[in-house]
T-cell receptor, first 113, second 114 residues
Framework: GEDVEQSLFLSVREGDSSVINCTYT??????LYWYKQEPGAGLQLLTY?????DMKQDQRLTVLLNKKDKHLSLRIADTQTGDSAIYFC?????????????FGKGTKLSVKP | KAGVTQTPRYLIKTRGQQVTLSCSPI?????VSWYQQTPGQGLQFLFE???????NKGNFPGRFSGRQFSNSRSEMNVSTLELGDSALYLC?????????????FGPGTRLTVT
């Protein structure tokens, strides 16, 4: 079945860039997503990318997609302590309007002042 | 616009009991999905409801069930609770249509089974 893999931890210094990586197995995925979860909270949709795009930029966030290698990354520029959270990569299962998301286990980002 | 709300936020039950969780989607959203989040298994899809019909289901036993009302509010029920059902249960709502599935999540209900 479909699977999404992420590294579990990432530690960076405040002001540096963070890069969170993700690999997925379903080559038919049309959309790939990044969600953020802060302690005690639900998931916040950060951004998503359509599979025919290579890159999407949204303020401090840059998403890169390598469809050939099924590799997705999220770059956070000028990382702040408020960016400390768990980041989930997800792919949409199923086509059309129906479908659910398959999530990776999440990458815990720690930002040191 | 108000976000997705879930009640209750915290719940403690004992093995063998049953529990009902509630989710109110964002106004205008007709699709509601439920996920279970545990440290070991991560986020797993339970089921999705649209127009009061379950149209998608994950790989969970029949003890997990749900329903959706005409106002799009949804409930999920877990019967004969087991210790392993302790988890954060997240509800997500979305508009229906082709293209990106933008799911907006509620804060979750933390269920502890003792």
């Amino acid at each position: 079945g479909e699977d999404v893999e992420q590294s579990l931890f990432l530690s960076v210094r405040e002001g540096d860039s963070s890069v969170i990586n993700c690999t997925y197995t379903d080559s038919s995925s049309t959309y790939l997503y990044w969600y953020k979860q802060e302690p005690g909270a639900g998931l916040q949709l950060l951004t998503y990318i359509f599979s025919n795009m290579d890159m999407k930029q949204d303020q401090r966030l840059t998403v890169l997609l390598n469809k050939k290698d099924k590799h997705l990354s999220l770059r956070i520029a000028d990382t702040q302590t408020g960016d400390s959270a768990i980041y989930f990569c997800a792919e949409k299962e199923g086509g059309g309007s129906q479908g659910n998301l398959i999530f990776g286990k999440g990458t815990k980002l720690s930002v040191k002042p | 616009k108000a976000g997705v709300t879930q009640t209750p936020r915290y719940l403690i039950k004992t093995r063998g009991q049953q529990v009902t969780l509630s989710c109110s989607p964002i106004s205008g959203h007709r699709s509601v999905s439920w996920y279970q989040q545990t440290p070991g298994q991560g986020l797993q899809f339970l089921f999705e409801y649209f127009s009061e019909t379950q149209r998608n289901k994950g790989n969970f036993p029949g003890r997990f069930s749900g329903r959706q009302f005409s106002n799009s509010r949804s409930e999920m029920n877990v019967s004969t609770l087991e210790l392993g059902d302790s988890a954060l249960y997240l509800c997500a709502s979305s508009l229906v249509g082709q293209g990106a599935l933008e799911q907006y999540f509620g804060p979750g209900t933390r269920l502890t089974v003792t």
